[in-house]
């Protein structure tokens, strides 16, 4: 990626690290495709290790460059925890409505990114694959209120469908310029980025664009 102060920084005011995380299965792949490429595939396989895409788009006059990261949810992959939630302002925490075993996971997702992301990340939780109600194994309600008791923000999504996968991002991304431009990262000594930089609320920024990029 190119580096800070380079032409193609200048094209968006910010750029926001948004992480999804979620049981192996839950369809955070395809969330991801639909959301940067609008594509969907009905037999995708398991993503191996991290992959990583990109999509730039307006909240409130500014514009925002999300970069969204995928990782494998099998328990093998999980070594890559720490650099995988450097960084990130936002987290998709998925499940999906048709198994239970997914969303009695939640909290163990939960409890991993809050031991390894930054206080201020702000997180949506996503009941994902709700046009297929007719298997449903998780009221809606349910996930609802384990939001409400966690703090989180609450969808259904379809990936399949495009449902609520533009919202589910928008609301995230919305949050957290909200929270940059109220400052309220100022307590951990973080400025306000200027055009074209990256935005970590950790305190191992390095504060360009390369930072959310390396491996």
């Known amino acids: 990626m190119a580096g800070a102060g380079s032409k193609i920084d200048q094209d968006y005011d910010y750029l926001l690290k948004i992480v999804l995380i979620g ?14 490429r609008n594509e969907f595939y009905l037999e995708s396989k398991a993503t191996i290790g991290v992959e990583f895409a990109t999509r730039t788009l307006q909240v409130e006059e500014k514009t925002i460059k999300a ?20 960084g990130a302002v936002g987290a998709l925490l998925v499940y999906d409505i ?7 996971n939640v909290q163990r997702w939960l409890h991993e990114l809050r031991a390894n992301a930054d206080s201020n990340i702000v997180v949506l939780m996503a009941g994902n694959k709700s046009d297929l109600n007719h298997l449903r194994a998780v009221p809606e309600q349910e996930g609802q209120s384990l939001a409400e008791k966690e703090g989180l923000s609450f969808l259904e999504t379809s990936a399949l469908e495009a449902l609520n996968i533009e919202k589910a991002f928008e609301t995230i991304l919305t949050e957290i ?8 990262l100022a307590a951990q000594n973080v400025a306000v980025p200027g055009k074209g930089t990256t935005l970590n609320v950790g305190d191992d ?7 959310c990029c390396s491996t």
């Open 98 to 104: 048709t198994k239970r075993p997914t969303f009695d």
């Open 177 to 184: 310029y909200h929270i940059i431009s109220k400052k309220a």
């Open 23 to 36: 049981d192996s299965g839950v369809g955070k792949s395809n969330i991801l495709s639909r959301f940067t």
């Open 67 to 86: 970069q969204i990261w995928d990782t494998a949810g099998q328990e093998r992959y999980r070594a890559i925890t720490s650099a995988y939630y450097r």
């Open 205 to 211: 920024s390095s504060g360009n664009t390369k930072s």
